[in-house]
């Protein structure tokens, strides 16, 4: 039973961790916390189940399942990198020597129209993930697993993993790391802030996307409200982590799938929901810099 609700936890920890590491990037090198972010996780959602749509309604599913589900994730992190991109430039680039609020307005405000645009586009009601993928249990030491919760825990590791390598080994991910410290040193260094900015606002829209995707496979149901939801329980798991810490992001999106898989079975499931916002009042009162924050330094 224990083992059950840690796999079950970890499944939905990963998710959390991906949407975080969006989070925690923005944060590291704007200091915003760019609430839109969730709805760019619901937009993958949608952007899969209309993607798969179309390579079933084209035949592909049925020549190569696994060719379609590559080419879908790869067409909605491109698009949800695209929008992404856009929000930065139309939302967040104008105010950027505003003061702190005006960008933090402007993130509300962009969540709002993101979810306004999604209902009147695709409906408020439930949209179903087409139902071409097979799904199959392997049972280990009396725990069941999914072939769809195998492959989001190994594909959150993996995408963890790499971005970790990316920031901490290539030219870009190190440039990044400079902004983060010091925008006017790495300025005059010769690193190009806006392009740096850019590309932080596409990796964590491109994680987000992959996220959304998965999380439309595994429940079947994706609605035009789930952003506000995941984004807030992924901001939790970014706090948890120690905001501004892309390892901190990894650990509290896991952490915090784990307390609401065990909370929602040996408390009650009724508050699942609930236990994101008290996990998010504790950390405040108790370490404020989250597990892996320290005082003072909260960049990447």
């Keep these: 039973m224990l083992l059950q609700q840690i796999i079950n936890g970890l499944t939905v920890g990963g998710v959390y961790a991906l949407i975080a590491l969006g989070y925690t990037l923005v944060y590291g090198i704007l200091e915003l916390i760019n609430f839109a972010h969730g709805e760019i996780y ?12 179309i390579f079933t309604a084209a035949g592909l599913t049925q020549y190569s399942l696994f060719l379609s589900l590559f080419l ?6 491109i698009v949800c990198s695209a929008y992404g991109f856009t929000v930065e430039k139309l939302a967040y680039k104008p105010l950027r020597n505003a003061p702190r609020l005006n960008p933090l307005i402007s ?19 439930d949209k179903v993930f087409p139902h071409v993928i097979p799904v199959t249990t392997v049972e280990f030491l009396n725990v069941t697993m999914t072939s769809l919760q195998i492959f989001i825990i190994i594909a959150s590791l993996l995408l963890m993993a790499g971005l970790h390598l990316f920031i901490m080994k290539t030219k870009t991910g190190k440039a990044m790391r ?6 006017t040193m790495a300025s005059l260094l010769g690193i190009n802030i806006d392009r740096i ?21 595994y429940y079947g149901l994706v609605n035009y409200s789930i952003g506000y939801i995941a984004g807030i329980k992924a901001f939790t798991a970014a706090v948890l982590g120690g905001i501004g810490s892309i ?45 892996l924050g320290k005082s003072g330094e909260n960049r990447p």
Excluded: H, W
């Design 42 to 53: 619901m937009i993958g959602a949608y952007l899969g189940i209309i993607f798969l749509g």
């Design 72 to 77: 879908t994730f790869v067409m909605s992190v």
């Design 107 to 125: 993130a509300i405000g962009v969540s709002i129209f993101l979810q306004n645009y999604v209902m009147l586009t695709q409906g408020a009601t």
């Design 178 to 183: 400079a902004v983060a410290q010091d925008k």
């Design 197 to 217: 900015i850019s590309v932080t606002f596409i990796i964590g829209s491109g994680l987000a996307a992959v996220a959304g995707l998965m999380v439309a496979m």
């Design 247 to 291: 390892p901190g992001a990894m650990v509290g999106g896991l952490v915090l799938g784990l307390i609401e898989s065990l909370g929602a079975s040996y408390l009650s499931s009724e508050y699942k929901d609930a236990y994101a916002f008290i996990v998010l009042i504790l950390i405040l009162l108790v370490k404020p810099t989250g597990l």
